[in-house]
């Protein structure tokens, strides 16, 4: 994951147990704490290099898992991984096509690159959490659920609002695997209403 990265406790305990990133421990926890994730489920994840989500969603469903990063994501058994930004009209198309009729659920942990720069980084990372919904919206199956990285700030309550909008049950966590200090926090929503402001739903 870059330098960004740094080998902490959770990073060491991480490579230890062989996940490929230490962010492995916030789906577990996000999974444990929420019960988002159903055996049988199709779940696509966004955001997905290098790939310790995608390790964590094949233990928990046998259903179809397709990962979609700007990197590519090195092979791994049972997994579909797509190169491509997902908010490109033509990769959304594609993972369409590998879902083939049913998503259950949509895990984004996509964030981008950061300048350090607090309020820019911010507001870019609630601008990827907005794109993840929209694309969910127009994906997810009615009773779906939904888990999407963002940034406590100011900008962080009107996210939240619109995910209110999609679904019946929605609520900020904050994950002990997230770095000290760090203002990340997973907004959980579940059980998808089926709505998408007006936009069709191909599916
Ligand atoms: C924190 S990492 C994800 C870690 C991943 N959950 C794991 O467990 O290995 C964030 C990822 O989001 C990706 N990303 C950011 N914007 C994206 C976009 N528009 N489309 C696809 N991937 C994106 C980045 O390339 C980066 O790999």
New binding site residues.
Partial sequence: ?GSQWTKDSVYRKAMKAG??????Y??LEIQQRNGIIRPGDNIV????????????LRDLTDGKVIG????P?APMEGITTIV?????PL?QERIREEARGVVNVV???????LSGQKSYDQARAIG?GE?ALAFACTILKPGGNMVI?SFQGELFGELIAEVRKHFYSVRGYRTKASRKGSAETYIIAKNFKGTCDGAERPL
């Fill in positions: 994951m996940y490929r990133a230490r962010a492995a916030k789906l994840d966004l955001g997905a290099a290098p790939g310790s989500w995608l390790q964590v979609v990063d700007l990197n994501i491509g930004d997902f908010t490109d990769v895990v984004s942990d996509a964030s981008p690159k990827l794109d990285k």
